[in-house]
């Protein structure tokens, strides 16, 4: 799956901030590097600026930074990514209307940032709480430090020989709705 990202849009919004520095940069992207590479997703990365006029790539395994250059937005490069990509098996992750409604009118779905960013985290924290020994998270809400308690001393609590999951499963749902679903599952 590839994964499109309007990228200052996610690192602002997560860090609440209107201001990125360049070391809060490399420390997300280098999250969702780690984050593409254990869940096999490829990630494009679109930010704006640059320090070319024209529009720049790298690559870092999975993940594929673009800065749209000083000339160009990000938004604009999203909205041809998405054109010439809408029969791909592509996503899009922004917060932004525009681009949002955009990739629906392509048939692309498109995930709100806070959306993208929970399963990112929830990808880390099954992972810290198989390597935490026999304990097995059987909630997908985010309380990082409700998890983090609960995992500080679990040295005497009785485990039980087998814990029991129950799904349930609401066929009242919609097809668009069963397919998003199905999309969030994959990230």
């Known amino acids: 799956?590839?994964?499109?990202?309007?990228?200052?849009?996610?690192?602002?919004?997560?860090?609440?901030?209107?201001?990125?520095?360049?070391?809060?940069?490399?420390?997300?992207?280098?999250?969702?590097?780690k984050y593409a590479t254990k869940r096999s997703h490829n990630l494009v990365l679109v930010?704006?600026?640059?320090?070319?006029?024209?529009?720049?790539?790298?690559?870092?395994?999975?993940?594929?930074?673009v800065y749209a250059g000083y000339k160009h937005s990000a938004d604009d490069y999203i909205k041809d990514y998405l054109a010439k990509s809408k029969n791909k098996n592509l996503i899009l992750v922004s917060s932004d209307i525009e681009l949002k409604d955009k990739a629906k009118s392509l048939g692309i779905e498109a995930f709100n940032v806070d959306e993208f960013y929970s399963k990112v985290k929830e990808s880390f924290q099954k992972e810290k709480i198989k390597l935490?020994?026999?304990?097995?998270?059987?909630?997908?809400?985010?309380?990082?430090?409700?998890?983090?308690?609960?995992?500080?001393?679990?040295?005497?609590?009785?485990?039980?020989?087998?814990?029991?999951?129950?799904?349930?499963?609401?066929?009242?749902?919609?097809?668009?709705?069963?397919?998003?679903?199905?999309?969030?599952?994959?990230?």
């Open 1 to 33: 799956m590839i994964i499109l990202i309007d990228a200052y849009n996610l690192i602002k919004q997560m860090l609440k901030t209107t201001s990125v520095t360049d070391d809060e940069k490399r420390a997300f992207i280098k999250e969702l590097k």
């Open 47 to 65: 930010f704006d600026g640059g320090f070319e006029s024209y529009i720049t790539k790298e690559n870092e395994g999975p993940v594929e930074i």
């Open 132 to 187: 935490q020994g026999q304990i097995q998270k059987t909630s997908f809400t985010d309380d990082l430090e409700l998890d983090e308690l609960m995992l500080s001393d679990f040295s005497q609590i009785p485990f039980k020989d087998e814990v029991k999951v129950v799904v349930k499963n609401d066929n009242s749902l919609s097809k668009k709705d069963k397919k998003r679903d199905a999309i969030l599952k994959k990230l």
